[in-house]
């Protein structure tokens, strides 16, 4: 099972199956259709439960994302380095623009980023707890004849820093947010492709706050998912030993779940690490509470889903080819090369095919490419300082536009999205 945040929830770790707490999962969907704009693949295509199931496996096989991932240049693996995952150039712009729009997410909501070390000494894992029972899952190095720890999550560092100088209680909610680089020694066979790794970035945010009570937390996520609206469902048992939780699922286009995001509250942490902050009264100090807040759950396994989810043909706003320029012939390359840079200028991710391949050729190679917008110029529009535009999906329209006009659709598109 796949660790999101701080939360340390295998299923082979029998320890947490005496936990005595709950969690709540929400489920959400990630593409909302009307009726009519449903994909094909989520309709009943028999009423025989076998037939239906054997067609889902046949399209998760077909678009699984080790394989597009690799068909499209996006990711690679090597066996040097198992659990791990290359991102290649245009991999590593969907990864950083998933990146960005949390990023922005945090600046909107008031979180401050921080970064905090890759590896501690086994004395901090041990005072949080997790070398004592999970220290076998964890990478750990000898170094000076001491022992240190690969960082399998942030929470511990963020522990120090909370802690680094006396807290006020007009500081909370202090709110972290950290991208930092986290390892687990997960076992060979349990790892599969972008969504178990050994390696991964996640966006785990700690709000520190004052809480009173176990069962006062709970209500609070029970009428918090109430006052959201969708469904949700009361996992008794389930929960972490820090606290009460909630679990967020989402759907593909495949109807498949995948738990992704999480939300909990940790009333151990602040205990071990005897946090604490002055109240209104400066003669009184409390102890806060930590809450564990995780979005994607991993970049990497949210990357994974989504290349799944679209099979391969990314939305504008995240796709790693939003544009290529076609010239007719060499007389139009200039022209082309210049329409390539003035995009580029505004930020997209645009390219221009100036081999002597045929037009048509170079329009199917496009296609097949995943080229969100095909752009083919020749002496006309060289002439007149346009372009003739063609869409990804749609190859018998084109319509001819303005630079001008061209960039502020590309405009509209992405901030459609957000």
Known sequence: MKM????????HWSSFSKVSCSSYS???AMVTYTKEEAPTCQKSLSSDPIKEHLHQHEEASKYDHRILGVKQELIIHHEWSPGSWFFLPHGARIYNKLMDFIRNQYRD???QEVMSPNVFNMDLWMQSSHAKHHKEDMFVLEIDKQEFGLKPMNCPGHCLMFKHRVRSYRELPLRFADFGVL???EAIASLHGLTHTRRFQQ?????FKDLEMWEKAENELREALDEFGKPWQLNEGDGAFYGPKIDISVSDALSRKFQCGTLQLDFQLPDSFKLEFSTEDEAKIERPVMIHRSILGSVESMFAILLEHYKGKWPFWLSPRQAILCPVSEKS???????RDQIHEEGYHVDADTTDME??????EARLAQYNYIL???EDEANTGQVSVQVRDNEDHSIIMSIENLLKHFKDEVAAFH
Do not use: D
Not at 333 to 339: G, K, P, T, W
């Open 4 to 11: 999101r945040s701080c939360v340390w929830r295998f299923k």
């Open 26 to 28: 929400a489920a959400t």
């Open 109 to 111: 909501r008031g979180y």
């Open 183 to 185: 390892h687990r020694n």
């Open 203 to 207: 966006r785990p945010e700690k709000i």
């Open 333 to 339: 390359q200039a022209y082309a090369l210049q329409v």
């Open 359 to 364: 037009i048509q050729k170079k329009v199917e």
């Open 376 to 378: 083919v110029v020749g």
